[in-house]
């Protein structure tokens, strides 16, 4: 698109907004998107914005917002960016426009990669085998025990007396006791790793960090995002849900309700670098190295 038609499109949507009396920050508090890309649009610098597909759909929120009709906008000035999602530098997924002119972004993923298809098998293959393992040296302790209490009974059938017979009793009372404790002690211990969240290590790709074997306690677990100045960002489950959508502000956090049966969530952000992630305690680095528009996948094992 050329930067005359750039220029035509801001120039219509400031007009309208003048007509009807609003400002910026108006149009900001409608359209959820932020004063600095709603001043862009005006001025036609459209490289200012997130990327390619944040053309049209920035263009169509804020003529829905002045009261223009989006579509004869979009179709009258083509903003260069398809009406289906793409896949550019950014890693953007699908998005649709509803009724209300508002974007929706992230509804659907991308046909994932064998490699990514792979990795995430991998983990689960580990785990059975680890299983299988743990089965066999199970079966090798029960069958030595088994082995040295018959030697033992073998040894021991010549008659004892009452007092042999009491100190045994309460040799194996104690030793059932100390057991019992012992086994408390291990199960409250497993518990308590059970409850912890551990990440794991992060790989970057393109513009996104991965997050493969991130370990969460059954149950729903906090999200809690936080930032130093207004970053904009999307996050969505397995199943494509939103799980929240909008802008983080220094004096707004969001806690990010985790669902038990999410196996996954994609967090989309506009403006990475004052941005930070925590979940269950633990801080997330999103490892984007200044870059602005960024992606950060994580895959539960629960």
Not at 92 to 112: C, F, K, P, Q, Y
Request: no cysteine; aromatic share 4%; charged share 20%.
């Amino acid at each position: 698109m050329s930067e005359e038609q750039n220029q035509e499109i801001g120039q219509t949507l400031q007009d309208a907004r003048i007509e009807k009396g609003w400002s910026l920050d108006d149009i900001q508090q409608m359209t959820k998107i932020q004063k600095r890309y709603l001043q862009a649009i005006e001025n036609g610098q459209f490289d200012q914005l997130p990327g390619k597909f944040y053309e049209r759909a920035f263009v169509r929120q804020y003529a829905g917002a002045v009261g223009l009709d989006a579509d004869e906008i979009v179709k009258n000035f083509d903003t260069g960016a398809p009406e289906q999602p793409v896949v550019d530098t950014a890693d953007l997924e699908a998005a649709r426009v509803d009724s209300d002119n508002i974007t929706r972004t992230g509804m659907h993923r991308e046909t994932e990669t064998p490699v990514e298809k792979t990795r995430q098998v991998m983990p689960k293959v580990l785990i059975a085998v680890a299983a299988v393992v743990a089965i066999g040296i199970i079966w090798a302790l029960v069958s030595a025990v088994s082995g040295t209490s018959k030697s033992e009974s073998n040894n021991s059938s010549v008659a004892v007396s009452s007092s042999k017979v009491e100190s045994s009793e309460s040799s194996s009372e104690a030793s059932s006791s100390s057991s019992s404790e012992k086994a408390s002690s291990k199960s409250s211990s497993s518990e308590k790793k059970s409850s912890q969240v551990s990440l794991g290590e992060g790989t970057v790709s393109g513009q996104s960090v991965s997050y493969d074997k991130v370990k969460l306690p059954n149950k729903t677990e906090t999200m809690k995002l936080s930032t130093t100045s207004d970053a904009w960002l999307q996050v969505t489950d397995n199943n494509g849900t939103a799980l929240y959508q909008g802008t983080v502000s220094q004096a707004n956090p969001v806690d990010v309700q985790i669902p038990e049966a999410a196996t996954s969530i994609h967090l989309q952000i506009g403006d990475a670098t004052p941005l930070k992630v925590e979940l269950g305690g633990k801080n997330v680095p999103l490892k984007n190295n200044g870059a602005t528009v960024w992606n950060a996948y994580m895959q539960f094992q629960r």
